[in-house]
T-cell receptor, first 109, second 114 residues
Framework: GQNIDQPTEMTATEGAIVQINCTYQ??????LFWYQQHAGEAPTFLSY??LDGLEEKGRFSSFLSRSKGYSYLLLKELQMKDSASYLC??????????WGAGTKLIIKP | TAGITQAPTSQILAAGRSMTLRCTQD?????MYWYRQDLGLGLRLIHYSNTAGTTGKGEVPDGYSVSRANTDDFPLTLASAVPSQTSVYFC?????????????FGPGTRLTVL
């Protein structure tokens, strides 16, 4: 079967750094996406990885290891507005996105 | 730019009734998707369309139907609603199906079936 695992909830402090992990087992791999979803809103695109390594985009970075079936999203200099759910999704061999249940990130002052 | 719009924003529906959720995009994207999102679960694909005139079944298609008469519109129909279809429904689009193309989401429709 296909499976995407993420922690259900994480808590971090404003100004700190947090790493959200995602492990996956899918039928094929054509890339991994991270999306942000604020409560009651639509998911919005954050990052895409298809090759191993780190992709940096401002305060957000995403890492991929295809051999380990593992990715993480790193958020630096946390702000209150970063309180949201973070969704990991893998594009499988049929080019369909398989989604994790999301990690709810709570930022405390 | 509007991007993707969905209507209605929310709806309460009696079991057994039919309903069509509307989705329109103005980005001229070829591919469109319908997902449902339930608490504790990831987004699940209901139906998709790689291009106008074609549709395909996703992970959870039973009880739902779609059509793609043109590039912009991708309505989702529930022929006879059941309480298990209570969910938040998101429509999404991408420039192409697969191949690293980012999906963009509409604001969602919150549906309650009683």
């Amino acid at each position: 079967g296909q499976n995407i695992d993420q922690p259900t909830e994480m808590t971090a402090t404003e100004g700190a750094i947090v790493q959200i992990n995602c492990t996956y087992q899918t039928s094929g791999f054509n890339g991994l996406f991270w999306y942000q979803q604020h409560a009651g809103e639509a998911p919005t695109f954050l990052s895409y990885n298809v090759l191993d390594g780190l992709e940096e985009k401002g305060r957000f970075s995403s890492f991929l290891s295809r051999s380990k079936g593992y990715s993480y999203l790193l958020l630096k200099e946390l702000q209150m507005k970063d309180s949201a759910s973070y969704l990991c999704a893998v594009e499988d061999s049929n080019y369909q996105l398989i989604w994790g249940a999301g990690t709810k990130l709570i930022i405390k002052p | 730019t509007a991007g993707i719009t969905q209507a209605p924003t929310s709806q309460i529906l009696a079991a057994g009734r039919s309903m069509t959720l509307r989705c329109t995009q103005d980005m001229r994207h070829n591919a469109m998707y319908w997902y449902r999102q339930d608490l504790g679960l990831g987004l699940r694909l209901i139906h998709y369309s790689n291009t106008a005139g074609t549709t395909g079944k996703g992970e959870v298609p039973d009880g739902y139907s779609v059509s793609r008469a043109n590039t912009d519109d991708f309505p989702l129909t529930l022929a006879s609603a059941v309480p298990s279809q209570t969910s938040v429904y998101f429509c999404a689009s991408s420039g192409a199906s697969g191949g690293q193309d980012t999906q963009y989401f509409g604001p969602g429709t919150r549906l309650t079936v009683l």
